[in-house]
């Protein structure tokens, strides 16, 4: 028997796994992506109060932080693969089931935010098992995770930025209920490929008690790599999301005073967040992990808030937007292979959720700071705020990673 319980005759490698995996969650993560946008939106048409609309995208949010709890006991109990089964079959009817009752005229307000709590809460299990999924599949692959993790990332990156433009177009071709009947299609779909295509790739089970919140943090804090990476993640979230949810509305209104340009800049950030996962591991054959990860945070950060609190106009943006996602791109991927090789494989699926919460957690707090920020004084403010932000957790990680002698000793 193998590590993860197949017997060797079986273990003939196969990428029809991987594939399957990739494509099972391309489908899914458009979805995601239309369910973002057209959820809000279904909501304010429904109520035509903002108020209202925040407090669904709350509802949301604060059930995915509440899973960062849960994503360890699902995957102990059901296996990764029948976790994310779980994930995409629920999710596709709670979204089924909100322009289902609509049109029956039995959706109040408190069923709609408890349908939408349902569907953010099975996303961070979800993320946590298709991580475990991949290093099964890589592993049955006959390659390895390192090698798989680059273009996994750039795929979702890419459904990701076909996802939210797709559901703005079908809203108005076709309206939101429509839109989200398109939504539950795709995690049905999502289900059958996994269920149907994906072995049972389970990680040795070697704890006694159920995985907490607690235990993972354990996990990331002996792990001083894990810890700082995880704080550079952090980081770059709250301004990523910062950047994507508060300032450029604003810097494409006042300073390129052009919907169209913002869009094209956005665009580019996208482009190079999907090079930059792509290529990740090219870069990181030719770099350390210890210069590449502080280098990547500088890049990301430095050139892209010195644009934005100088008023740079388009021509000036769209690079620097581009470096901006391509340098984020190259740091996320590489965190993603530091929890694989740090973090014990039973552990990896609720440590993957916890981290996830984090994340999310992160890029609900940007929006926030920024739009203080900006409302009280200025735009010039947040962006130097940021650039010494970058400049702190890059220094962080160059000065606190370890190395080592010339015999492989760690030195200070």
């Known amino acids: 028997m193998t590590r993860s319980g ?11 796994p991987l594939v399957m995996l990739v494509v099972a969650n391309l489908v899914s993560t458009v979805g995601g992506a239309m369910s973002l946008v057209a959820l ?11 108020a209202l609309t925040g407090v669904v995208a709350a509802c949301e949010f604060t059930a995915v932080v509440v ?18 089964v779980l994930s995409d079959v629920v999710s596709g009817v709670a979204v089924l089931a909100v322009p289902a009752l609509f049109e029956l005229g039995a959706l109040p307000f408190g069923l709609l935010l408890a349908l939408v709590a349902v569907n953010g809460f099975l996303r961070t299990p979800a993320v946590a098992a298709s991580y475990l999924l991949l290093a099964g599949a890589a592993e049955r692959g006959g390659t390895t995770t390192g090698a798989v993790s680059g273009p996994y990332l750039a795929s979702l990156a890419l459904a990701g930025a076909i996802g939210a433009p797709v559901a703005g177009a079908a809203i108005a071709a ?19 490929l996994v269920r149907g295509f994906l072995p049972r790739f389970e990680p040795e089970d070697t704890q006694e008690r159920p995985p907490t ?13 894990l810890r700082l990476m995880l704080a550079g993640s952090l980081v770059l979230g709250l301004l990523s999301s910062a950047w994507a949810t508060v300032i450029a509305p604003v810097y494409g209104t006042e300073v390129l ?8 800049v956005l665009t580019a950030q996208s482009v190079g967040s999907i090079l930059g996962a792509w290529s990740s591991a090219r870069v990181e054959r030719r770099l350390s992990r210890r210069r590449l990860a502080p280098l990547a945070v ?13 008023a740079a106009p388009l021509g000036v943006l769209l690079p620097v937007a581009f470096v901006f996602g391509t340098a984020g791109g190259v740091y996320g991927t590489m965190f993603v292979n530091v929890e694989y090789a740090t973090v014990p494989r039973h552990q990896q699926g609720h440590v993957f959720g916890v981290v996830t919460a984090l994340g999310q957690t992160s890029s609900a707090v940007g929006p926030l700071l920024a739009g203080v920020v900006v409302g009280t004084a200025s735009l010039r403010v947040f962006s130097a705020a940021a650039i010494v932000a970058g400049l702190v957790t890059a220094a962080a990680l160059l000065l606190a990673a370890p190395r080592r002698g010339p015999r492989g000793r760690r030195t200070t």
């Open 67 to 84: 899973a960062s709890a849960c994503a360890g006991w699902f995957i102990q109990r059901l296996g990764a693969r029948g976790t994310r």
């Open 298 to 310: 500088v890049t990301a950060v430095v050139p892209m808030f010195l644009a934005l609190g100088t």
């Open 40 to 50: 809000p939106w279904f909501a304010f048409s429904i109520t035509r109060d903002p």
């Open 174 to 192: 076709a309206g939101a209920p429509l839109v989200l009947v398109g939504d539950a299609v795709t995690f049905l779909v999502s289900a059958l």
């Open 257 to 264: 005073r052009s919907p169209a340009a913002l869009g094209f």
């Open 213 to 225: 919140v607690a235990g993972a943090l354990r996990v990331i804090g002996r792990s001083p790599v």
């Open 6 to 16: 197949l017997p060797e005759l079986v273990r003939a490698p196969s990428r029809v």
